[in-house]
């Protein structure tokens, strides 16, 4: 019989099974490790995506600063990711070679987050809507800011990927 595991959270899975050693430990567990001699660090491996400083040099170039495509604040690129408009895990080898459409670049800051949670989407003109779908008086005066707003990136060679992103991760 499989032993029976806390349920993990999506960002605690490795090729789509639970990494135990990031599911909670008690406060007991966390001061008997402590009080174990030897580095408290672990070794891994993971793989990395080939594209990704291929599509940050697309995006940013060799500019220390640009624009966030939602709230189009100028930040460090170091704030800024090459976000995909359509999931990658979603996408076909083709899709995810499409390297000047299918990616934007959304600041660390929140956007990326909201845009990758479904809190935030592009509208087939471009504009930005945002979700009703949560209670949370934070959220919605965080999402406020992008009222009225057209998405940066939004073009018509991106748009299908907008669509996807609107028909399968937005929150409506």
Do not use: M
């Amino acid at each position: 019989a499989l032993p029976i595991c806390k349920r993990a959270r999506v960002c605690d899975r490795v090729a789509g099974q639970p990494v135990e050693w990031l599911t909670g430990a008690t406060k007991k567990q966390f001061r008997t490790a402590g009080e174990i001699s030897g580095p408290l660090d672990r070794e891994y491996s993971a793989r990395g995506r080939v594209e990704q400083a291929f599509l940050r040099q697309g995006l940013f170039g060799q500019d220390q600063v640009s624009t966030c495509s939602l709230c189009v604040r100028r930040l460090p690129v170091g704030l800024l990711v090459a976000a995909h408009i359509k999931a990658r895990s979603e996408c076909s080898r083709r899709e995810r070679l499409d390297a000047e459409n299918v990616v934007f670049g959304l600041c660390v800051l929140g956007c990326d987050a909201l845009y990758e949670q479904g809190f935030v989407g592009v509208l087939p003109d471009g504009r930005i809507c945002v979700s009703k779908a949560d209670d949370s008086r934070e959220l919605r005066k965080t999402l406020r800011q992008f009222t009225g707003r057209d998405c940066a990136a939004w073009r018509d060679a991106s748009a299908g990927y907008f669509d996807w992103h609107i028909a399968r991760r937005f929150r409506g």
